[in-house]
């Protein structure tokens, strides 16, 4: 993987959460589906409910906020546990080192291990993050103006940027 920088050539912040199979940072498989719940897996933390943007509609849902800045949002699942995690502040790392910002080519993913994106992430690549089942990483593609039923030409793609780490419970 080719490092990550930003255009001054500054490495991004230490990371302070990471995403795995087995969920991000104490948030796991059997996380409540709650503030208090959320709050005692990622102590120090600010829970506060937010509406944001899934794959297929927006909702209201939990963020955890540290130091001020947003780092993740907690979808509800099924059976008073948590669903679906997005990582989205820039202290957040993937599985393999993946960090918010970087492009698709810096991934080092092939394109096989993408779908494009349906409904409010049209446009966008949702990928398979290496070695795990339990990760997707999205990736918006700048000025992509279609066709939105598949991927965009590699060197499109190889440009496209991480937006968003993805972590789904194995239930």
Same mark, same amino acid.
């Given at each position: 993987?080719? /490092?990550?920088? #930003? /255009?001054?050539?500054?490495?991004?912040?230490?990371?302070?959460?990471?995403? &795995?199979?087995? *969920?991000?940072? @104490?948030?796991?498989?059997?996380?409540?589906?709650?503030?208090?719940?959320?709050?005692?897996?990622?102590?120090?933390?600010? +829970?506060? &409910?937010?509406? &944001?943007?899934?794959?297929? @509609?927006?909702?209201?849902?939990?963020?955890?906020?540290? #130091?001020?800045?947003?780092?993740?949002?907690?979808?509800?699942?099924?059976?008073?546990?948590?669903?679906?995690?997005?990582?989205?502040?820039?202290?957040?790392?993937?599985?393999?080192?993946?960090?918010?910002? =970087?492009?698709?080519?810096?991934? *080092?993913?092939? !394109?096989?291990? $993408? !779908?494009?994106?349906?409904?409010?992430? !049209?446009? =966008?690549?949702? $990928?398979?993050?290496?070695?795990?089942?339990?990760?997707?990483?999205?990736?918006? +593609?700048?000025?992509?103006?279609? /066709?939105? #039923?598949?991927?965009?030409?590699?060197?499109?793609?190889?440009?496209?940027?991480?937006?968003? +780490?993805?972590?789904?419970?194995? !239930?």
């Amino acid at each position: 993987m080719t /490092p990550l920088s #930003d /255009p001054a050539g500054a490495p991004p912040p230490a990371a302070v959460l990471q995403v &795995t199979d087995q *969920g991000v940072g @104490g948030l796991g498989d059997e996380t409540g589906y709650g503030p208090k719940a959320i709050g005692a897996a990622l102590p120090g933390y600010n +829970i506060e &409910t937010i509406q &944001t943007a899934g794959e297929n @509609g927006t909702q209201w849902t939990y963020a955890a906020f540290l #130091d001020g800045l947003q780092m993740v949002q907690v979808f509800k699942g099924t059976s008073g546990k948590i669903g679906v995690v997005h990582g989205v502040g820039d202290a957040i790392a993937g599985p393999n080192g993946e960090r918010l910002g =970087m492009t698709f080519s810096q991934s *080092g993913l092939p !394109r096989s291990a $993408c !779908r494009v994106g349906k409904n409010l992430w !049209r446009g =966008m690549a949702i $990928c398979s993050a290496k070695n795990t089942r339990s990760v997707s990483l999205v990736f918006a +593609i700048s000025g992509y103006a279609g /066709p939105f #039923d598949r991927l965009p030409a590699d060197r499109e793609l190889g440009g496209a940027t991480l937006q968003r +780490i993805l972590w789904s419970p194995a !239930r």
